[in-house]
């Protein structure tokens, strides 16, 4: 099944792909590098609140910064590598930012 759009999309990579076999049917930028936005920090958001109501993290748990996550552009926020923030302030500053 292959859905159309009415109007053309307003996206960056695109890939389009048979789910039986495998085959790219269209790409336009699939192999250039990018940098996805709210999709991501929802999806982030989602895995963590399923973790809070499985009882695997709290909201007030530490999260540590590391050297490779304040290496990541766009880093807006200038926290450090080895900060330590809990975790409903990290969700805050993720979803509004």
Known sequence: ML?????????NPVV??????GQILQHQ??????????????MTAYVTF????AGEVQLD???????????EPPSKMGFKPGS?????????MMLVK
């Open 84 to 92: 330590v923030m809990r975790l409903d302030n990290a969700l805050k």
């Open 29 to 42: 930028d699939a192999f250039k590098r990018w940098y996805p936005a709210s999709l991501s920090k929802l």
């Open 3 to 11: 859905s159309v759009l009415a109007g053309p999309a307003l996206a």
């Open 16 to 21: 389009v792909f048979d789910l039986k076999s």
């Open 50 to 53: 399923r973790a809070i109501a």
């Open 61 to 71: 748990s530490p999260i540590k910064v590391t050297k490779h996550s304040a290496g």
